[in-house]
């Protein structure tokens, strides 16, 4: 049945999206584990992804019903990603990483009566989902792009950092470094690609919409703690990902685009700060896993972090800038997926603002670097024309 709906031609394939429809709206769905996964693994060979998403969709409802149904439900959905039968969306992760979340947090109850008698199950079931984000590591199994392999591949797994079993984290750990290292390793063979930029990139954006930094964001004052666990596993694993390069190196390459997410913004979410407060608990993160940082010494790798790319399905250049900021237009590597997005630079320290009525009211890229660099040719946007501390403005 799942084969006919997938392959399923005209009147047969809305056929089938229509009895995934009713599917998902009978009564007393929520109660019965074993329907709901059903449901689900019907709405995916259906393409029906939106019933899974936003408030009262099949995740949230997998996850008031049972942990083994959340858990079994998140296994589906990543195999189902791993197959190409679905689109790989911003929203589809994050319902995945509020799911595991629920399910890590219900793990870590101190004893079994902390626990609600309907989300039943053992810590075992988190390891499901290990299962399964572990066939991801197989690219031979896997029909997803390259973008898409890496950031699920650097994201998902870090919320096993609030795990309270050690088995799970340290296993969150190597699927981490093994993303990692393979980007370091692709990155020397092709020197335009910065995938290790591109990896912290997608972190970072995972990080802001995931649903314990969302809760510690709103509040009045907030030290970020699960976050900055979640951060602590992230950045263990970016430290260690290439042994011939020493750890502050590494943490440099964070840095940088901790740095460079000032002037990009979410794309689904303009005006919103949320990916500059995560950024902010990644940096503190790194800096307190490589102290030297702070020192003169590396002050000057950090200089010029704002020109670089960021992957264009997530960012865009940040539109908030008073009416008489200079502008400039530059576009994405060209591919199937590239973007082109207007660069909008930050206002200019007044030192450095030129005089108007000259050809220099108009900041262009330095002519010594290309307008954008690409993370892969599908995946890459345009980097935002800010000059070069002391550069000439003509």
């Known amino acids: 049945a799942s ?16 009895i995934a429809r009713e599917a998902a709206m009978m009564p007393g769905l929520a109660g019965d584990a074993d329907m709901l996964c059903a449901t689900v693994d019907l709405c995916l060979a259906s393409g029906e992804v939106e019933l899974l998403l936003g408030g009262g969709g099949l995740l949230e409802r997998a996850g008031g019903c049972s942990r083994d149904a959340e858990v079994q439900a998140v296994a589906l959905v990543l195999r189902s990603l791993r197959r190409g039968l679905v689109p790989f969306t911003t929203e589809l992760l994050s319902g995945l990483g509020a799911r595991l979340c629920a399910a890590a947090a219900l793990a870590g109850a101190a004893n079994e009566e902390e626990r609600a008698p309907a989300r039943g199950g053992g810590i075992a079931d988190l390891e499901v989902a290990m299962d399964a984000l572990q ?9 997803a792009r390259l973008f898409d392999r890496l950031r699920l591949g650097v994201t998902l797994p870090t919320v096993f950092a609030l795990s309270p079993m050690k088995r799970h984290r340290e296993a969150a750990q190597r699927m981490l470094l093994a993303s990692l290292a393979k980007a370091a390793r692709q990155q020397q063979h092709h020197q335009q690609e910065p995938l290790l930029d591109v990896a912290t990139a997608c972190f970072v954006h995972f990080l802001s919409r995931l649903e314990p930094f969302a809760r510690e964001a709103e509040a009045t004052a907030s030290a970020y703690p699960r976050s900055s666990q979640v951060c602590e596993l992230f950045c263990e694993a970016l430290l260690r990902c290439e042994p011939n390069r ?48 702070g020192k003169k010494a590396h002050s000057s790798a950090m200089q010029g972090a704002q020109f670089g790319s960021m992957p264009a399905a997530l960012f865009a250049i940040r539109q908030d800038r008073p009416a008489s900021a200079p502008i400039a237009d530059t576009a994405a590597a060209p591919g199937e997926d590239a973007v082109a997005v ?12 030129p005089a108007a009525g000259g050809p220099a009211d108009v900041a262009s890229p330095s002519p010594a670097r290309p307008a954008a660099s690409a993370a892969s040719p599908a995946h890459a946007a345009a980097s ?11």
Do not use: N
């Open 3 to 18: 084969e006919g709906a997938v392959v399923g031609a005209g009147g047969a394939a809305e056929r089938w999206r229509s």
């Open 135 to 143: 066939r991801w590591q197989k690219p031979t199994a896997t029909q």
């Open 246 to 293: 020493k750890p502050t190196e590494l943490g440099i390459v964070a840095l940088r685009v901790c740095d460079r997410v000032r002037y990009f913004e979410d794309v689904d979410r303009p005006g919103d700060s949320s990916v500059h407060k995560a950024a902010g608990v990644l940096r503190h993160v790194i800096e307190k896993h490589c102290p030297d940082l």
């Open 342 to 353: 207007a660069a909008t630079p930050l206002p200019l320290p007044a030192s450095q603002v």
């Open 384 to 394: 935002p024309a800010v000059p070069r501390p002391g550069a000439s403005q003509s």
